[in-house]
């Protein structure tokens, strides 16, 4: 995977694997510390140890379509090459978090990639999970800026109707895109 964003789709999309109800997510560029994170936690059905060891190495997977399971250990390696690393927290029955750290400015750091689409398909995918989505940039000066998202307003203001209808993506997608490239961090060329 060539963006941070996909690595975040597929983390998300084995959450809901794990049967989570409720997923969030987090983006944080911190320009201050020169750091980059990004989280998954959801409150699915976790890992015991041994099996939260295995998710690391590249020919461990529970799917019975391929042999290999690459997202989690190319993540892992993807950090760090960037100088971080990466963090699994789980417990059989209570859910995981997977973090994810990378040194912002290095020149081996993954691009973020579009985390409006990723975010927009996540949400219009699964609509039965509660969606969480938080962007934050800290910039040189220290100065915080949040963009954060939960789907229960939207759910309950749309009172069932899809999420797929034109009007309503169209909506959706420009709320992220605006909410995401107002804060985005964009470098000196």
């Not at 969606?131 to 100065?143: E, H, L, M, R, S």
């Amino acid at each position: 995977m060539r963006e941070i964003s996909l690595h975040l789709l597929d983390i998300a999309e084995n959450s809901v694997a794990a049967q989570s109800r409720n997923i969030s997510i987090e983006v944080h560029e911190n320009l201050q510390s020169d750091l980059l994170t990004i989280s998954v936690k959801d409150d699915g059905r976790g890992m015991d140890a041994k099996t939260a060891q295995q998710v690391l190495d590249p020919f461990y997977t529970t799917r019975t379509t391929r042999k290999v399971g690459l997202g989690i250990p190319l993540l892992k390696l993807a950090a760090e090459m960037a100088e971080g690393g990466l963090s699994l927290v789980t417990e059989a029955g209570k859910g995981a978090k997977i973090e994810a750290s990378f040194r912002h400015s290095h020149i081996d750091r993954m691009p973020l990639g579009d985390l409006a689409v990723t975010f927009l398909t996540l949400l219009v995918s699964y609509p039965h999970i509660h969606w969480v989505f938080d962007y934050q940039v800290i910039d040189k000066n220290g100065v915080r800026n949040e963009y954060s998202f939960d789907d229960t307003e939207l759910k309950t203001e749309l009172d069932g109707m899809s999420m797929t209808e034109p009007e309503i993506l169209k909506f959706v997608r420009e709320m992220f895109e605006e909410g995401i490239q107002a804060l985005a961090y964009q470098p000196i060329k």
